[in-house]
């Protein structure tokens, strides 16, 4: 029952960026949008999270739409170490929980 | 600054052992999550604790099933008589009390034979 709906799978040529669209059009006022992306085999890697303002670290930036009912994630120099499924999860924030309901994410391929 | 440990990173058992999973969060962090992940899907949640108490347990099997977090020592999860169905990838995270981000571990991959 994730509250996100994310595009299967995508591809993205090595050097250039990858934009990761997600739809939220359920989001409440006070849940937060974060990302999360798993390297086949390993466990999840946050990524970054934010809630209503656009924000930028050092592994990528995110794009909140004014309705906050979407938002796109994007690595600005896709390379072929950031083939993944990433993951959008809508979570209310708080701090006193990192219950996380995974959906079923969108796999990046970077190509060379 | 050690990560997430979770051991054993492999376990096989045959069907009605018993499995016991461990998860040794970050230094300083007191919030503990388990997942599990079947075969081809995506990550479940489980059971969130702190220290001593288990916060949320409503994705846990109603059987078989058990998570500690005891005062001193690792986080346990517990499966009692495994079955075939049981064989994934469980992971643990961890996070501080006001945490915005959960630090995961590189996993259990359980195999029921």
């Not at chain 1, 960026?17 to 939220?24: I, Q, W």
């Not at chain 1, 929980?97 to 994410?105: D, E, H, S, V, W």
């Not at chain 2, 998570?67 to 990838?89: H, T, Y």
């Not at chain 2, 009390?97 to 630090?103: K, L, V, Y």
Request: contains cysteine; proline residues 6%; positive net charge.
């Amino acid at each position: 029952d994730a509250k996100t709906t994310q595009p299967p799978s995508m591809d993205c040529a090595e050097g250039r960026a990858a934009n990761l669209p997600c739809n939220h059009s359920t989001i409440s006022g006070n849940e937060y949008v974060y990302w999360y992306r798993q390297i086949h085999s390993q466990g999840p890697q946050y990524i970054i999270h934010g809630l209503k303002n656009n924000e930028t670290n050092e592994m990528a930036s995110l794009i909140i739409t004014e309705d906050r009912k979407s938002s796109t994630l994007i690595l600005p120099h896709a390379t072929l170490r950031d083939t993944a499924v990433y993951y959008c999860i809508v979570s209310p924030d708080g701090g006193a929980t990192n219950k996380l309901i995974f959906g079923t994410g969108t796999l990046l391929a970077v190509q060379p | 600054n050690a990560g997430v440990m979770q051991n054993p990173r492999h376990l096989v058992r045959r069907r009605g052992q018993e499995a016991r999973l461990r998860c040794s969060p970050m230094k300083g962090h007191s919030h503990v999550y388990w997942y599990r992940q079947l075969p081809e899907e995506g990550l479940k949640f489980m059971v969130y604790l702190q220290k001593e108490n288990i916060i949320d347990e409503s994705g846990m099997p109603k059987e078989r099933f058990s998570a500690e977090f005891p005062k001193e020592g690792p986080s346990i999860l517990r499966i009692q008589q495994v079955v075939r169905g049981d064989s994934a990838a469980y992971f643990c995270a961890s996070s501080t009390q006001r945490s915005t981000e959960a630090f995961f571990g590189q996993g259990t991959r359980l195999t029921v034979v």
